[in-house]
């Protein structure tokens, strides 16, 4: 079997790289109360082209 040492020699250390401590050891940063720009545009644009389509969508804010 090939994948499983193609695993444990490339896929292993990227995913240890991305949960290093100093990835989940971050400061305290407030809880946002609005969309990034972009976002924001990005979900005008949404609304604007279902809407011409004749799809209604509802974008909601959580989960």
């Given at each position: 079997m090939v994948s499983i040492?193609?695993?444990?020699?490339?896929?292993?250390?990227?995913?240890?790289?991305?949960?290093t401590s100093s990835t989940l050891e971050r400061e305290d940063?407030?809880?946002?109360?609005?969309?990034h720009p972009q976002v924001?545009?990005?979900?005008?644009?949404?609304?604007?082209?279902t809407r011409a389509k004749g799809i209604e969508i509802m974008i909601t804010d959580g989960h």
């Open positions: 040492p193609i695993f444990l020699l490339y896929v292993l250390p990227t995913i240890d790289d991305v949960f940063v407030s809880i946002p109360t609005k969309l924001n545009e990005a979900k005008n644009i949404l609304i604007e082209e």
